[in-house]
Structures are given as C-alpha cells and as structure tokens.
C-alpha cells in the first residue's frame, strides 16, 4: 500500500466486505473486530461495505465498529427491519483532482439470516439504480463496492448505466487482470480472501469522468514483503 | 434617460453573471485514479488457521 500511494498520486483503499467477525481469529474473537477497525484505520481505507459475516457481530456491536472507523462502512441496501431506515451511510462521495467519485455499497441477501431477522436486505439491483441516479447529479465517477459476487457484479454493470468501476467480494474470484466489461464500459474487480492478495486497478478518467484506459493486477503477499514496522508494533501491543 | 439607464442594468447584470460563472463550466482535467482493494479477509491481522 506504501509503495502505490507513494508511485501514485490518487489512490483509493476500499475493502468488499466480509472484514469485521472474528471467525476463527483469537485476536479478532476477543475485541469482536475492534482489532480489525484499528487497524484498517492505520492503514488509511477509505471505505468497507458490508458483507453477510460482518452482521455477525450483532447490530450492537457492529454499530461500535462503525464509531470507531474512521472510514465510512456502506450498505445501500440493509434496512433495520420495520423501519425505512437504513443500518449504515449508503455512499460516500470523495473529491480526487476536479473530479468527484460516489462509492456506493451494497450488501448480500444472506446478510438477513445473519442479523437474525433484525434487518431486512433490499434487492441490490434496485437499490444501486436509486443511488446512482442519485449520485450522478454530483459525482462524475461512480464505483460500486460490492459484495454480491462477481456474477452478480457483472449483470449490475449491464443493468445500471454509468457505473465505472465494482470493487467485489463474496465470490472470492482472483480476477487477475480485473474484467473489462465492454458493453457496459466498467472495470469488474475482485481479489480472492484472507489477506492473501491484495488488487490494484488503474484508471484513466477523462474530463467527462469515464473511463478512458484501463489495467490492474493481482498481487500476492507473500513472504517477500517484509512486516511493515508501524503495523508490526501496532499488533505487538496486543500480545 | 431612462432607457439608458435600464440599458446600462442590463449590460451590468450580464457582466455579473459572467464574472459569477454562469457560462460554460470550466473542464475537468483528466486524472489517473489507483484503486488498491481487498476483501473477504476474515480478520487479516492474524495468520489463518
């Protein structure tokens, strides 16, 4: 991350979701993701959407979670059940050069059964074309961070104009390079799990904020990239 | 007279509203955008099982 964000000028950290429960991790069991928070804020992500596994922690712990980030954690589509509200911001919009790029989120069906029957999951398909018709009368770039699956990205990008980029998860698909969907114009990207990859897209926006040029890769963290000082003392303090 | 000085408002109205902005809007430069990304990590900050 250090290396891109000092070769790049403007660059973007986002996450797809399935992030915050501790699973089997004991570090991440006993601070119930708090670990996971701090350090993606150490990091600097500029944003996470939620998958099914994240509502794991229960609404009220992960409503903490969502305090202590000091990024934004989307869903466009889960609404606390018998309301019309929705559990978490729907989009954010960041400013990069004389453009401006909505994020919107949008979270699996099976996030649902995962809350517990606390919340309700709003079809994606139509949450994405309110928030993006929405969206498009301030941003120029849209990207949808995703955790639908790759499939399922793909017939977003057919079925909702002006979407410039999907930054995936769930499927757990390593799209190495990203997928360029040429009907729809949009970069599909998703990356894999557990840490073990890490993507970069690349874009080329022109003045009109559509994509004019593409690439990425995969890259795969192993051994060769040696612990990062300020993550390895950050950790060290749990121990 | 007082057509001068309606014509002269006007002239001054047009001159405002262009120092406002209210012509074309200026172009966006184009831009290289980097997207690093992740997910499905399940607690990255421990080695998985």
């Known amino acids: ?239 | 007279m007082r057509r001068i000085k309606l014509v002269a408002l006007v002239a001054l109205a047009v001159v405002g509203l262009a120092f406002l902005g209210c012509g074309s809007p200026t172009p966006k430069r184009p831009l290289e955008l980097t997207v690093l990304h992740t997910n499905d990590t399940l607690g990255f900050t421990e080695p998985c099982g």
């Open chain 1, 1 to 239: 991350m250090k290396q891109e964000r000092e070769a790049s000028e403007n660059v973007l950290l986002l996450d797809g979701g399935n992030t915050l429960f501790p699973g089997d991790r004991p570090l991440v069991q006993q601070t119930q993701g708090q670990v996971i928070v701090e350090a993606m804020n150490l990091l600097g992500y500029d944003a996470l959407v939620l998958g099914d596994q994240d509502l794991w922690l229960g609404l009220d712990v992960l409503r903490q979670r969502m305090e202590e980030a000091e990024f934004p954690i989307l869903s466009a589509n889960v609404v606390i059940q018998g309301t019309d509200q929705l559990l978490a911001t729907p989009y954010v919009i960041k400013e990069i050069g004389d453009h401006k790029a909505a994020i919107i989120g949008l979270t699996n069906q099976e996030a649902a059964n995962a809350a517990g029957g606390a919340v309700v999951v709003r079809n994606p398909l139509e949450a994405l074309k309110d928030y993006a018709a929405q969206v498009s009368e301030e941003a120029d770039v849209i990207i949808v961070l995703s955790h639908l699956g790759a499939e399922m990205d793909l017939q977003l990008a057919g079925e909702v104009q002006g979407i410039d980029l999907i930054v995936g998860g769930y499927s757990r698909d390593v799209l190495d390079p990203p997928l360029w969907d040429e009907p729809s114009s949009t970069v599909i990207a998703q990356v894999g799990y557990q840490g073990q990859q890490i993507g970069v897209v690349s874009l080329e926006i022109d003045s009109q904020g559509k994509v004019a040029g593409h690439g990425g890769q995969v890259v795969v963290l192993t051994e060769e990239f040696a612990d990062d000082p300020e993550m390895r003392a950050f950790l060290d303090q749990y121990e």
